[in-house]
């Protein structure tokens, strides 16, 4: 089995507290990326403000190359202070809807 990237076990942690589990595993495959997407959207807009001229420099380089999930959490991680803590508050409103949009 592939090992996941950390956005997407933050994400599925997310996911599986809100009910994604029982989900089959059609529904998962189709919802996945979706959520992975939006996170990631949540994240940048959270983040980008954070860099200074020189990450944000570095940023625009990696930009322009194949780059891993791992590469990119690991810059994030080095560029914004309190990473972790950001990441948590730009995902706190997304877990909240995620949750309702499983609630039955």
């Given at each position: 089995?592939?090992?996941?990237?950390?956005?997407?076990?933050?994400?599925?942690?997310?996911?599986?507290?809100?009910?994604?589990?029982?989900?089959?595993?059609?529904?998962?495959?189709?919802?996945?990326?979706q959520f992975l997407a939006q996170?990631?959207?949540?994240?940048?807009n959270a983040v980008l403000p954070?860099?200074?001229?020189?990450?944000?420099?570095?940023?625009?380089?990696?930009?322009?190359?194949?780059?891993?999930?791992?590469?990119?959490?690991?810059?994030?991680?080095?560029?914004?202070?309190?990473?972790?803590?950001?990441?948590k508050e730009a995902l706190s409103?997304?877990?909240?809807?995620?949750?309702?949009?499983?609630?039955?």
């Open positions: 089995m592939a090992q996941q990237n950390p956005l997407e076990e933050l994400v599925l942690g997310i996911l599986n507290d809100s009910g994604f589990e029982h989900l089959d595993d059609e529904a998962k495959k189709e919802y996945l990326p996170a990631e959207q949540r994240i940048g954070l860099l200074n001229e020189q990450s944000a420099k570095q940023f625009v380089e990696l930009t322009k190359q194949e780059t891993t999930p791992e590469q990119w959490w690991s810059f994030w991680q080095e560029n914004v202070p309190n990473f972790t803590e950001v990441v409103g997304f877990a909240q809807e995620v949750k309702e949009s499983f609630a039955i």
